[in-house]
């Protein structure tokens, strides 16, 4: 016949051993949360790879741009003929008599001194 204390002890060690089996159980379901979300980040890395490579290919079949025709220099600068030439109309006004401190124009100063 068993004895008291040897039920009690096999009792405690059933106790236990649920617990045990409780706590992997929890670990295996977080470890498949794991590796699920693990499985889709490498299926959105595949689909990113796979977008790159290609626009890449696309890229490298597109028809390179011609660089642009250096421009010719001596057409670059039109001057315009005397005739469309249009003086700004502080240039175009006659010249107005300056007259300095002494109350003398400078013509008249210029005219005196040489």
Do not use: H
Request: aromatic share 0%.
């Amino acid at each position: 016949m068993p004895s008291v204390s040897s039920v009690n002890a096999l009792q405690a060690s059933i106790a236990q051993a649920e617990r045990q089996v409780q706590q992997d159980q929890v670990r295996v379901n977080q470890d498949a949360s794991r590796l699920e979300q693990s499985r889709q980040q490498l299926a959105d890395d595949k689909q990113t790879l796979d977008d790159t490579k290609r626009q890449s290919v696309q890229a490298s079949n597109a028809t390179p741009a011609r660089p642009a025709a250096a421009p010719n220099l001596t057409q670059a600068i039109e001057k315009p003929s005397r005739a469309e030439q249009i003086l700004p109309a502080e240039l175009s006004a006659q010249p107005k008599a300056q007259i300095n401190a002494q109350g003398q124009t400078i013509g008249k100063l210029i005219n005196v001194t040489a």
